[in-house]
């Protein structure tokens, strides 16, 4: 019905609005030269995200929807695609860093542009499902995107000399964290059998999580808490990074080209152990869940400690049985299709598909993760040597 | 009891004794400049390899349990350890070939030494399950290696310019080739439903293989035969080397960066398409299944028939029902840990466990495995990117 | 005398304020973002020369000499360090455009806190020879980063997609140009014989054109005027960047891996050439001076003239008799100690010595060198690989 | 006239005979794997440059000027020709090592039939003039490959694991040494004035040495004999590697990157220094001249003792006045043209010309320069970073 129809673009609006506003809030405390700067590939620079993350509406919508819309700078498709080779030419990644132009303002100014557009074009539109699908899409993108602000910007700061501050108070508080931690248990059992795994039920979810399937899993135990920093320190302090044993090859070969000892962001400096948060730098808290560490990491003091981490698909089968939400949680199931996957058509096709190859699953959430965008289903996915993202460790034995 | 043991060492000494004639005969048409060069890091000449596979038996055999056992030379431990850092420093891989020492026949004078003592120590030793795990292991090692001899001989001489010959007939005919090819059916139904994976039985199998467990499959239908030749040109023919979209966007740098259009070894010269093969350049043979394909390569074919390629545990729930032994055949499926493995102790424990990252596993065997190390539950690994195994395709849809 | 030592001391402030000035307004036309990208190695951020320029006064003046003086901030030693190891660890090269922090209005407060304690200094000063030398390099040094300014700049906006302006008129009216361009001359006769070369006369020079020595030169012929764009032009039409008998062996390999076939800033789009210049992207200009040439592009196209490059005492012993002032001009000489030549002690002798190795000679100076800062002894150098500087062509034969 | 242009070509004959098994003979104590490998870039495959000097004379006299003359095989255009672009297509200089074909056999067949061609071509010949240059070219070529089939030689077996005797005795005593040792002076003055530098006389020399010329020198103090171990090893304790001041700034890199603490193939093992040389790995002979540094090393030495290294025309107008001929000595002279030279046209003319930058003069021989082959006006030059050629040390004051 007409009607109803529009309500549900209100709504759409109101969200866009209320998720819009909200990248730009998480740049409040950032000063320009912030926005520009890209230590490395894997972090992009604030205001790329920015621009990128407009240029997903600009060119997913309003481009071929919203008629008579006039883009904002031609050249900007140049810039601010990311990897979509279907919609043409693109700055190469490592590049990304080398813009000082557009500038900051003129990114908020296509910002607004295409705010305004878009609210012209949500107020009268009547959504087809496809359309209405690319939104909540682009809506999730631009939520995926927030939280790679928050790495991006840690990382920005965190590798400056000058240790420059975020935020008085950590982001701890202002995000979502599980509630129903169950501190009595150690480990929770879980039963051999069949589990039905992936999406279900109403509301967005991203294409790779789709296909719910049956998957048979023996019996597990799975920790009810994720791995502290005071645990994770053992490991260092019982010489981790010293023995290959508990490294994949890989790893191994990762810690001796780094020399690796301790999670991103530990400095030992002064004869004792401090890290950078985006409230400063700081003394180690022992009993928050350790961060910054990457798969091979987290699968090395699995090792160390004589187990393992969960699959994908145990993570999921346990997941309302255990408090969630403070880091991703690295999975040792590599990052494939689900059964019956197949990539949507158009540029649209390429959001997931193509990365299904040397990634390892992440699941949950983590402090960084806005609001609502987390769910048992969703599946996160990283390279196993990145220890940028806010992730940590969950054991199952 | 006594007696059986002593002829299973005896059934041993006589396997020992051929297998290790085998690695020599594969060698038997090289020119001693042949054995020394390593034209890519993961190619290794194969004086290495003859050198590499008698270290084994010496290493952990001969040393440990032959009491007065006389190392050939001390300072081969540092040369031909591969990659066990369990037992010490060792050369670069990517140094093996700046070794022009020791020379094709100091390594040949090893093999015998070794090969004397192992006989020695055969025909008097009573082996315990522990040593006898340890010659099994060894003996399926240099198997492994005689095919990689083949694999990188064929490197070697297929990227010279002169392009010599290996030997005047293909290898085919010395192989096991499946002989059941059910040629009448181009796809066989699977049925929905729990199989059980993993090997089973007696006889050696490697410990990656082990850990039998129940994986739930839809229904699904695989291709009877492999993708021949003539298949695979359509899909070059159809620019499909220039569709991203048919790739992973890891492979799709891959290709840009290797300006690949054509499985390896391939050359359009005066007009027309041909191949090395070890018996000379010659023309492609449409009728043949593909070979030298990456693991890329393989998922964009599929991808561009509109099909997939199967998971590890559909290949091998199927497998009884298909001919399979040309090609080793590219899964879906990542490398990863059997539900209850565990790395065994030691040295052999670095066998497999540590490469279980960014692998995917191929299935089946090639006219390159020797005759009797070939099973179903039986998993290759190699990295997406390589094409320089006998590697092909089946299509599942 | 005491009094003729003040003026001294006030003559020195005059001019300390004027060039401290002309470095701020050379930044006048950009935005801030433009202080920080860091797009190749060579070009560092507008924004670390106007600290590290300010870094050699607090570092060399202030600190040693200024009883008193308080730093303005003790980290900024590691961030504005370029390459002085005798003054402590300092941030890679490399890593210069990854620095957000210390922003541009930090670094501008920087400046002013600097110069405000300079100038009480200097009112009160009585300078010794050794302080003066140094607070004279101190300006030599900060006029040399004004023409790396211009040369950053000009290399950031112009590797920029958007091609940005930088002003609206060509920075050639503002900067010296030669006026006696001796028009009717194509080719001034020098005669064989002894002349004598290096610095003579008062007023400040570096050290390395110190060492007044006698070189004895046969006789040859110079250019009256540099290399136009036309001249360059036909060298392009004539195939010259595929004639591999035109380059150096080095040299080819650079025209092969970068594909070059133009001077930098040119593009060929819609059919016809241009060029970005700091006054936008345009229609070339075919009869100025060639510019954005490097040492093997110049020696190709000597080459392909049939003439050769001028030795830096040919230059020196020629350049009464031309004009010259508009672009920096490739010599054929190595960049190399004169009789005599001896580094000062301590961080200042890190100023020239260490890099004579593997530079060229260039002699002159450009549109963007500032007034006062020419003169006919003067030997800047650079690797043969640079083309961002404004480097142009004179022949000899 | 016609007889005595016949004994020339005669005399030639004899004198080809000689050097071309000359070349075979250095390599008599090889194994044949000890002719493929390359170890580094620089270092050449034993069998190549056997087969490249006999490429030269193929390509160079026989092809043009022996009619009906029969190419031995038209592929080893291919892969002999080591950098002449004029020659066409050929192997990069970094895969030489990872060709096994053709044998060393094919290459001492490919000599002998080259070898036989010459002789009868030059017994019938009448030599004009350019002929006869071109086969002085390449007896010169093959000489100066002589020197280089040793340095390689030691390179490739001083970086073997098992440390491989060449020979029993030093190559020391087959080699030409100095006689004329001025053991009662320290150093040799030289006044002041105008010297004539380049070759001049009879006999060939190549056209970089041509062109003499007069350069004014001031007065300077040369060295009587070269740097010992024992000297250069007082450098290495008073921890010259460690500081920077001595170095050149890309030298200093150099140190940091290899972590350079010694000359190359010096080892401290045992508590001992060692070093292996043709005759083995041995301890030092303090009294020996120092061999094996690059020309970061010695210039970093001639700054900590306070001296410096001559120019290259200072070593050639003081080179009478003492003993050379054991090392080849760096100078502080960049490798550039001489007045009026000019590279001959075609394929010769890229014998040097084409290297004349980045790369650094070294004058004298060394104990591995072949006979005959050296000089006073002998222009060697070779990379700044270069180890591996048998170069030491003369200090200038």
Redesign the interface.
Known sequence: METSVKNKAQLLLEQYKKIRKHSESICGPL?????????IEDVSPP?WHLGHTTWFFETFILIPYFEGYLEFNP?YN??FNS?Y??VGAR?VRT?R????????SDIYAYRSYVDEQMEKYLTKAVLSDEIYAVLELGLNHEQQHQELLLTDIKY??G????F?LYEADDIGVQFNLASDLQDNLDFIEMSEG?YEIGFSGAGFSFDNESGR????L?AYQIAASPVTNAEYFEFMQDRGYED??H??????DWVKQHQARSPLYWHFTDGDWGYYKLSGFQSINWSEAVCHVN??EA?AFASWKGM?LPLEEEWEAASSLFGWGERWEWT???Y??Y??YSKASGAI??YNG?????Q?VLRGSSIATPKGHSRSSYRNFFH?RHQWQFSGIRLVK
Do not use: C
Request: avoid cysteine; proline fraction near 10%.
């Open positions: 000063q320009t030269e912030d926005y520009v700067v890209q230590p205001k050249q140049f810039v990897y080779e279907t700055v590049d860093g080398n813009l000082s132009r557009p500038s900051v920005i700061l590798h400056n000399p000058l420059p069949i399937h049956k998957k048979y023996e290959f044993r490294w994949h090859s890989e790893g191994w798969f091979y699968s393992r040792n199931s590599a494939l299709p059964p019956r096709g390429e193509k990365f299904m190859v040397n390892m196993p």
